[in-house]
């Protein structure tokens, strides 16, 4: 079963709004990571965020770790087309050394 | 540096036949990580091996096993193929198994 879960399934929004993705997981975790994926491609990291830190930012990306909600965001503000893709959240469970996927948010920039 | 690269990047093999799939790790990792992407289970963990060691493994049937060598290139290999195996197999290498992953391009398997 997958230890996260993307929420909402899909976004749908115009360029320049900011988009929020929302991740939840069941056990305790040693880091949260980001990854978007375009279509049918490989994944590319976005961001870590240990389970020490609260807030990370990079770019026009910011992220959040609720620790006590077991509850991740990530705000891509000012979207453009370009952003269009699949974002899926990973948990490194503690003692399990790999990283788990959640089912993903497919996002689309509209221009 | 070069990014991590897989091989074939398309692949059509018949039910009952076996595949085997190669990943080359950014240089410097030495873990490896493979994932079968499906729309209906999404991205799910096969395995990761590090130092020539598999270190974890994924629920999977035993038609599926993998290797790494000394050079930490990865191959894995599936035997026995059925229609459910049709899938996007994806590597990963990163410095450590749960760090930031490193991507490949997948390979996408069609099984018929």
């Known amino acids: 079963s997958q230890q996260g879960e993307e929420d909402p399934q899909a976004l749908s929004i115009q360029e320049g709004e900011n988009a929020t993705m929302n991740c939840s997981y069941k056990?305790?975790?040693?880091?949260l990571q980001w990854y978007r994926q375009n279509s049918g491609r490989g994944l590319v990291h976005l961001i870590l965020i240990r389970s020490n830190e609260r807030e990370k930012h990079s770019g026009r990306l910011r992220v959040t770790l609720d620790t006590s909600k077991k509850s991740s965001s990530l705000l891509i503000t000012a979207s453009r087309a370009a952003d269009t893709a699949s974002y899926f959240c990973?948990?490194?469970?503690?003692?399990?050394?790999?990283?788990?996927f959640g089912q993903g948010t497919r996002l689309t920039i509209n221009p | 540096k070069a990014g991590v690269t897989q091989t074939p990047r398309y692949l059509i093999k018949t039910r009952g036949q076996q595949v085997t799939l190669s990943c080359s790790p950014i240089?410097?990792?030495?873990?490896v990580s493979w994932y079968q992407q499906t729309p209906g289970q999404g991205l799910q963990f096969l395995f990761e091996y590090f130092s020539e060691t598999q270190r974890n493994k994924g629920n999977f049937p035993g038609r599926f096993s993998g290797r790494q060598f000394s050079n930490s290139r990865s191959e894995m290999n599936v035997s026995t193929l059925e229609l459910g195996d049709s899938a996007l197999y994806l590597c990963a290498s990163s410095l450590w198994g749960a760090g930031e992953q490193y991507f490949g391009p997948g390979t996408r398997l069609t099984v018929t």
């Open positions: 990973a948990t490194d469970r503690q003692g399990a050394q790999k990283l788990v």
């Open positions: 056990t305790s975790i040693n880091n």
């Open positions: 240089s410097g990792h030495r873990s």
